[in-house]
T-cell receptor, first 111, second 115 residues
Framework: KQEVTQIPAALSVPEGENLVLNCSFTDSAIYNLQWFRQDPGKGLTSLLLIQSSQREQTSGRLNASLDKSSGRSTLYIAASQPGDSATYLCAVYGANSKLTFGKGITLSVRP | DAGVIQSPRHEVTEMGQEVTLRCKPISGHNSLFWYRQTMMRGLELLIYFNNNVPIDDSGMPEDRFSAKMPNASFSTLKIQPSEPRDSAVYFC?????????????FGPGTRLTVT
């Protein structure tokens, strides 16, 4: 059974800091991996999707990497801003044809 | 594009009552997913449809839960009878293509409280 882990559960950083959010998964047989952002009381917004054949994707200040063999992904946020405060979820599409989510990392960026 | 639309946004009901959640996927998307989010278990897939046909309902917790997709633009998730442990946020998502691994777009969710 695929399990996705995101540690730590919460993170607080000062504005302007570059930061890395980690995601690990137990079954490397995945089709792709997706990072989402969730604001309090809101739905999920897709940030980046990395196909299994890719190693990274970039969008603005965000960069996501994927290492299938080690079962790891990272989301790099450059020059963090208070508006980046949200919960970030990692999810993998696996051989079970399901999207399995981690429980998320709640990020707080202090002005 | 209006995105995925869910209604109601909030639902409060008493134990034993029937609850119906509604979803309108993005126009042109042919896959639809229902998820449940709780603090304890995070986000879990309940069921997904492709071209209005249920493909995988193994995540539906028990017979009290049922889902339908009568046409490409509408789906319902029904709980009958509801129980306090059903309290959660229920999300609907849609995607284009025939595979569950195509990028999914989520609705704003329905927060259900069963007292």
């Amino acid at each position: 059974k695929q399990e996705v882990t995101q540690i730590p559960a919460a993170l607080s950083v000062p504005e302007g800091e570059n930061l890395v959010l980690n995601c690990s998964f137990t079954d490397s047989a995945i089709y792709n991996l997706q990072w989402f952002r969730q604001d309090p009381g809101k739905g999920l917004t897709s940030l980046l999707l990395i196909q299994s054949s890719q190693r990274e994707q970039t969008s603005g200040r965000l960069n996501a990497s994927l290492d299938k063999s080690s079962g790891r992904s990272t989301l790099y946020i450059a020059a963090s801003q208070p508006g980046d405060s949200a919960t970030y979820l990692c999810a993998v599409y696996g051989a079970n044809s399901k999207l399995t989510f981690g429980k998320g990392i709640t990020l707080s960026v202090r002005p | 594009d209006a995105g995925v639309i869910q209604s109601p946004r909030h639902e409060v009901t008493e134990m034993g009552q029937e609850v119906t959640l509604r979803c309108k996927p993005i126009s042109g998307h042919n896959s639809l997913f229902w998820y449940r989010q709780t603090m304890m278990r995070g986000l879990e897939l309940l069921i997904y449809f492709n071209n209005n046909v249920p493909i995988d309902d193994s995540g539906m917790p028990e017979d009290r839960f049922s889902a339908k997709m009568p046409n490409a633009s509408f789906s319902t998730l029904k709980i009958q009878p509801s129980e306090p442990r059903d309290s959660a946020v229920y999300f609907c998502a849609s995607s284009s293509g025939t595979s569950a691994w195509n990028e999914q777009y989520f609705g704003p969710g329905t927060r259900l409280t069963v007292t």
